[in-house]
DNA sequence: CCTATATAGTATGATATCGTACTTAACAGC
DNA sequence: GCTGTTAAGTACGATATCATACTATATAGG
């Protein structure tokens, strides 16, 4: 039995990291000056996924080094949308909690993206981007789970 | 008849969001050091689209600004994938022309990623990713060409 | 306990990305 | 031609991202 074509792969990746890069550009012409996609998501996740994360548990969600993790919440608590605390289980490591006014943020940048989509939908049929959902969130856990068999750098993936 | 429901926008463009990080690590992982995915888009952009780019054509097609361009030009330029001559059409202007050591960079990190895609391969269907490459296809056409409605920054979108 | 190892976070410097402002060339209207 | 406007590229500084190296704490084995 012949191994099962790769071939989709390319070309599936090549049109997401395109519209990955046009709807971050939706995103951010939504978001106030000084805060970009990353800011965004992190608020997100605190809300969607689990409020009070370490900074190295976001870095593991976002596969971006702990580095780069600590400035974007640097900039979050600059601002407001964040409160950095100990993490009283851990001496060495700290917990990252949302403000109001992050979840107003993120509330309100949602709320405004509204008509954007709602303009997008009358242009675009999604009833096949609600078809090709499944796949993607297959796809994403699919590769989330075996992106450890190869560890590129310093992303937190050792181990 | 009432509007379209724009509620897959959002969870599609978030899964699409993290696809494109995941697949972006398996890309730079197989880049030389001190390559990453922008400069090997911008080579596989000259081969596939066409080659003798200006500057500002790889910008709009990037959607990323002018300077971002020139500076990734530069790298390329530095590590001798590229040339950039003069444009014989316009004095302002230069053009962008992939070396043969371009193209063996290329080709060979394509096919460095034949075996990453062949393993993916084995544990997932890519039949579903063929039947989602048309709506893909589809929606980044149609998110490129409605961009212009919304002129965010200096991405050159204007006129 | 004590020691070796692993982990959380930080400090630092390098590169990437981006916005603003500028120079120069093209071009349209007169 | 002259002039005002547009467009291509660059200079510069600010922020973002990242790798490396370091400190401090936790944890496992003995």
Redesign the interface.
Known sequence: MP???????????N???????????????RLPKGLI?PHF?VLNHLIRVADGRTPVELARA??VPKTSMTHTIAVLERHGLVDVRPNPNDGRSKCVWITDAGRRLRDGT?AA??P???????????A??????P??????V???R??N??P?RD?LLSK
Chains 1, 2 share one sequence.
């Open positions: 191994d099962a074509d790769s071939a989709p792969f390319f070309p599936v990746f049109e997401i990291g395109i519209i990955e890069q046009l709807s971050r550009a939706l995103l951010e012409a996609a998501s976002f596969q949602i993206l509204g954007d989509f709602a303009d997008l939908a009358r242009g675009f049929d999604t096949r981007l609600a078809q090709i959902l796949v993607l969130t297959d796809l994403r699919f590769l989330d075996h992106r068999a190869e590129p992303r």
